[in-house]
């Protein structure tokens, strides 16, 4: 049974770093795409970044240049660093994980797989 256990959260100031990581267990994730997404009160929830199974990584425009997604295969681990962040970065944050060999999605149908979700929370 594929599990994903994120972690890292917290509450940060502005301007300051946060590095979430997402575990991934229960299957082979090499050939995966990785995806997190995030939720904020009383709004849907919405793509951040991915990254496919060849190390192409995708960004949402938010988060472009702040935003760093990279994955350790052999640990089958993906991290999302996170920088000088704002706060309209607060949210629960979500990684989120397909089938073998499909291609990144932003949308968040197209994912099987969800993790509990970390509190990211940035204050002003």
């Known amino acids: 049974q594929v599990q994903l256990v994120e972690s890292g959260g917290g509450l940060v100031q502005s301007g300051g770093s946060l590095r979430l990581s997402c575990a991934a267990s229960?299957?082979?994730?090499?050939?995966?795409?990785m995806a997190w997404f995030r939720q904020a009160p009383g709004k849907e929830r919405e793509f951040v970044t991915a990254?496919?199974?060849?190390?192409?990584?995708y960004h949402a425009d938010s988060v472009k240049g702040r935003f760093i997604i990279s994955r350790d295969n052999a640990k089958n681990t993906v991290y999302l660093q996170m920088n000088n962040l704002k706060p309209e970065d607060t949210a629960v944050y979500y990684c989120?994980?397909?089938?073998?060999?499909?291609?990144?999605?932003?949308?968040?149908?197209?994912?099987?797989?969800w993790g509990q979700g970390t509190q990211v929370t940035v204050s002003s």
């Open positions: 989120a994980t397909s089938r073998p060999f499909g291609a990144v999605s932003l949308d968040s149908k197209d994912y099987d797989y």
């Open positions: 229960g299957g082979v994730f090499s050939n995966s795409a």
């Open positions: 990254i496919h199974w060849t190390a192409v990584t």
